[in-house]
């Protein structure tokens, strides 16, 4: 997206580039087992991370990239057994500075721009804690991407909350679901007074980048966004909603047309109660100081009960109409006025109240007109829409649902950092969320029979049927099959965005859910609702971005991109580097594979095994003389990269020395289940008499992988202790490289 003013048109071409996270991997050696690209195969873990942030993904979506799913018909059922994740839970520091990655394999060519994203970073203030995931301070990253390198840079956004808090080191503006308690500096009169006040409405938007007139924002539903600069992640000034038009807040999932107008919806409370406003923003600067100036209200449109509007996260849009789905998850404003008097967050007056039927409002965004049609289904929450378009006189809408309460509670932290059983309640215990298609009529009236289907559409099941009060009951039709349920549903729906939004598309992709966080990416097919889906234990992929292929023909001719987390720890919690949000976050790989079935890694090593280096036979000065500061009585940290090379003659039917698959299995067991987060000289029974020294780190690495492997195939193991240290062992030789 490109500046309007006349001097950003200089950089029109590269603002095209950019690539923007509008909301949250196959790993390397699965890369290499799909692809047979190699078989000189690095350890999987060969970088181990503190925060988890793992991989940064690019991934081909081709009709048949992804694993197909399993054929026969599958049940959902509880989970049991899921893995704690309150290791990414926790608060990291900002990498202010641009790191250099290493990169290894290829970056497509035309893959340039700034992948952004914004999320919590910071989760408490002195002794205060915050309650909720939504409460945490937004921390702002930027994966840069420019022929072939890649730099990670991330910024904690200056807000008002932010500064205020870290001035005063302690909370001291409420958040969704934490209600700030009264300054104790203040007079006892003064500390009894602030109890009857309305909790102000915080700037800490942790949400989503947006953009306006060719401007970017992150934005929270507050009335408060801050706009930041892409390029250097720096906070700007904060832009009020309510200064330009009468409403409260706004989502921070708008829609776009192509000519960069863009469209979004917003609350507006008063002494008659409350209202859903249509909010257009024009594309267009009228100088350059400009921001949402010529925004306007299109459209208000009252709620089922005043006091009780809905909560909505995002709305439909497509080429003539918005879609707004009024659901039965209820903004209690009694509860909401009174929560600060009450002691209670904002997030204590939003509840589920399934006696309220869910309705559908189609807005006309030319005109403003709200159409006559009254559309009501069954009560479902929903966050997130796939897409809309029109058809035959209808609007179909596709929406991620749940039949139930829309989990906006289960995300307390408390719930988040459980382990073992009390997790497996937690989620067990949540809604899933499927994608689903809803018919909507756009000519509704009296000369219509009743009782009878009105949708005229031969390639969906959804109806819509006229009652005799004159309303349209509608029912939807799954997306999906069967087998999306054994993974747990999904969700953060996406899809060719600049394509597809509006119109008539096929493809959809997600995350599945069979964590309380996002654990697969999924590409979904709505004509044949066939899955396609990556899933790798202990990794948590965020929402899937898709980036087409300049030019492309096909609708699904791109890639996806997406971070993936994981909690996976170093041994020592005290470990220097977790002071860092520089080595938290960075401390990862990302593998990128694209359409010609090429991968690419980005690295950054980091340490990884602790040992200390000492012979049993020398003195503490001789051990501290020969082996330096790897003498260290307290022990050091290694991030030991590992190559396996095998040979043997290629097997005419895989075209492989060796199925990779095999061989990673055969490298997990040789060498990542004894030595990965392992003290070498206390947890490895090996090293007790032997010392660490990275020769002989190669030999254990070979006497257990020859134990495995067939015979005669292993050649070759390759240690990295540095860039600059590596050991090469060919079984009776070991030759240091320096």
Known sequence: MTSNTVKADENRSKRRKEMEILGLPLSKSDACTRYGLTTELPSQRDTLDVLGIRSFNVLPVLKDFLPSPQQEPLTFSNRKGLQCISPLMRSVEETPQPILTKVKGHIPKWLNGSLLRNGPGKFEFGEEKYNHWFDGMALLHQFQLENGIVTYRSKFLQSDSYVTNSQRNRIMVSEFGTLAMPDPCKSIFGRFISWFEMPRPTDNSSVNYVVYKGDYYVSTETNFMRKVDPETLETKEKVDWSKFIVVNGATAHPHYEPDGTAYNMGNSYGKHGSSYNIIRI???????????????????????????????????????????????????????????????????????????????????????????????????????????????????????CQDGEGNLHIYQLQNLRKAGEGLDQIYNSTARAFPRRFVLPLNVDSSMPT??????????????????????????????????????????????????????????????????????????????????????????????????????????????????????????????????????????????????????????????????????????????????????????GHNYKVVVTVRGEIDPTSGMVINLTDLKEYMQEAIMEPLDHKNLDKDVAYFADVVSTTENVAVYIWENLQKRLPAGTLYKVKVYETDQNIVVYKGEETTPEK
């Open 451 to 636: 009782g009878q289907n009105l949708s005229p559409l031969p390639y969906t099941s959804a109806s819509a049927v006229k009652e005799a009060d004159g309303t349209v009951w509608c029912m939807h039709e799954n997306l999906h099959s069967e087998d999306l349920e054994e993974v747990g549903g999904l969700e953060f729906p996406q899809i060719n965005y600049s394509r597809c939004n509006g119109r008539k598309y096929r493809f959809f992709y997600g995350c599945g859910f069979r964590h309380l966080v996002g654990d697969s990416l999924i590409k979904m097919d709505t004509e044949t609702k066939k899955m396609k889906i990556w899933q790798e234990d202990g990794f948590y992929p965020s929402e899937p971005v898709f980036v087409p292929v300049p030019k492309a023909t096909a609708e699904d001719s791109g890639v996806i991109l997406s971070v993936v987390v994981t909690p996976l720890q170093r041994p020592s919690e005290n470990w220097a580097a977790q002071k860092s949000q520089c080595k938290c976050l960075m401390d990862s790989m990302a593998s990128l594979s694209h359409v010609n079935g090429e991968a690419c890694y980005l690295i950054l090593e980091a340490p990884g095994l602790l040992e200390l280096r000492a012979s049993k036979s020398l003195s503490d000065e001789e051990n501290l003389k020969l082996f330096g500061k790897c003498n260290n009585p307290n022990g050091h």
């Open 282 to 400: 024009p594309p267009q600067k009228s100088n350059h100081n400009d921001t949402l100036q010529g925004a306007k209200v299109l459209c208000s449109i009252a709620p089922a009960e005043k006091m009780k509007p809905s909560y909505y996260h995002s709305f439909g849009m497509s080429e003539n109409y918005v879609i707004f789905i009024e659901q039965p998850i209820k903004i209690n404003l009694f509860r909401v006025i009174t929560s600060k008097l009450l002691g209670k967050p904002i997030a204590d007056g939003i509840n589920w109240e399934p006696q309220y039927k869910t309705r559908f409002h189609v807005v006309n965004k030319h005109t403003g007109e709200l159409l006559p049609g009254q559309f009501y289904s069954k009560p479902f929450a929903t966050f997130h829409q796939i897409n809309a378009f029109e058809d035959q006189g209808c609007v179909v809408l596709d929406l991620c």
